[in-house]
């Protein structure tokens, strides 16, 4: 049966025009992106000369920034030590209370970083951890163990999506080919999820500096001794000088800025072949 | 001989349950059947990477039921080859004889061999990225191939080839792998394949696994 000919043709189908859509997408991420950078162009424009340079050279403000560097570096470690096969068990295996773990290693991510830090001086009162308290609590030890608590579970997370998007195919084979299951991670799926380490480690990095909470309830705020940047912050805010806060401010921003650039490249040369 | 006997298995809300089946010794058997029906399961299983629940499966007459994947000789080649990115063509073809400890002269022969029989002798150095599908599949291939297994498992190694390159890779089948002693198991869903293939078929459907041929 041939189609009707003497139907009336339908307008041609016109879609409606792009524009009010993608100028929608703009100003909703732009905005932001224009707050962010808004931000730091009044953090630059009210430090003067004179209060960078002297943020800079007070010895105080050295040894914080040595610190932040020295103990964002080991928690990032300690992070990925813990994250990269908490990841992989639990993006590969299902097991009994495979979802309590989930549930437990979301805690630090929801919970309030006083909280966190309040935890932590609450669980050091207990054996085992009450025997190292002397080393631990409001000493450099408890400025990595505050950090590393709240970095490893953002790096945890970030760790099963990188094992996630990495098909268990290639562990297949690789069994069948002779390798045991920690020969196929070894050989077959880190070297697939080196980005994914990239990514988790800049992330815990970055939430170790920005760490506050649990350090200032845990580890003090001692200067000199427990006394990293964003405590170099505060202290300056609780001593009136906001010029000097916004310069170790601006420290720390230059060193996030630092850290994301490297792992940025870091990440683009591991996609080239 | 590839056989299996009473087999079960279950996994989440899937189950395969009281399937056997006997491929002699150098036979090459076709397994077919709906998407979902449990193929690729009863193949992974075969290959040990599918805990079981009941049953035996017997490779040469051995019971291999509690054996490792690589314990069990068996070349396996999923659908999309599952190259390691990360390995040049070469890598691929060498991995199961380094894990073997195999003499770096033997391994450098054995892949040269290989190369030259699947024509990849040109892509040694290539990365899996840069391969089409056809040579992604030769590769595979001749992965599963490199320790000289006496069973190979295909889970549909045809199926996302262009129709060219399909009946490429499909001769090249018909020439390293038919008649030479090694036992084929391979699913598809493909009737030319079906019909230039098969010595046997096997037709899974629902839980039952029937012998059509």
Redo the contacts between chains.
Sequence with gaps: MSEPQNEKESPAFRPGSDTPFLVGLGILGGSYAIIILAMILADLAYVDRDSMLGALRSPEIHYSIVLSLLSCTLSTILSLWVAVPLGYLTSRFDFPGKRFLDTVLDIPIVLPPLVIGISLLALFNFAPFSWTSEWVVFEIPAVILAQFMVACAFATRAMRISFDQI?Q??E?????????RG?AFR??VM??AKQGIVAAGTLAWARSLGEFGPILVFAGSTRMRTEVLPTSVYLEIQAGNLKGALAVSLIMIVAAAAVLATSRIMGMKRME? | MIAVEKLSLKQGDFSLSDLNFELPEGAYGVLVGKSGCGKTTLLEAVCGLRPITIGRILLGGQDVTSFKPGERGVGYVPQDGALFPHLSVASQLAFSLVLRKTQPSLIAKRVEELSERLGISHLLDRMPDGLSGGERQRVALGRALSIRPKYLCLDEPLSALDEETHDEIYKLLLQSVKGTGVTVLHITHNKREVDNLADLVFRMNGSELIHER
């Design positions: 098909p195919r290639y297949k084979v690789a069994l069948t080919l002779g390798c045991n020969k050989l077959v070297p697939q072949p």
